[in-house]
């Protein structure tokens, strides 16, 4: 069974940055779309950025032009970068792998705080 592991997250300040990392063990690397979700409390956990096995990318439009999502296949890891962060993008993120670009997840990491406040 594999499993997913995300590192990175923190208190940012608004405009800042900050990049999450998720390094995926077992068979849910290669072949797997891999993504990133966020969940704040009260609301359902939604898409932030997803990159497929071409490097395809879709990313919600709340954060299109400040996040980018990449993979590095030599170490099974997705990465994250984040910038121009503003106090809405306060959630817990998760990394997530599913078998399709447009499928829901098989897997999931286990969830990393981000808070974007002054």
């Known amino acids: 069974q594999g499993q997913l592991v995300e590192s990175g997250g923190g208190l940012v300040q608004p405009g800042g940055s900050l990049r999450l990392s998720c390094a995926a063990s077992g068979s849910i690397f290669s072949g797997y779309t891999l993504g990133w979700y966020r969940q704040t409390p009260g609301t359902q956990r939604e898409l932030v950025a997803v990159i497929s096995t071409g490097r395809s990318t879709r990313y919600a439009d709340s954060v299109k032009g400040r996040f980018t999502i990449s993979r590095d296949n030599a170490k099974n890891t997705v990465y994250l970068q984040m910038d121009s962060l503003k106090t809405e993008d306060t959630a817990v993120y998760y990394c997530?792998?599913?078998?399709?670009?447009?499928?829901?997840?098989?897997?999931w990491g286990q969830g990393t705080q981000v808070t974007v406040s002054s």
């Open positions: 997530s792998a599913a078998r399709t670009y447009y499928g829901q997840a098989s897997f």
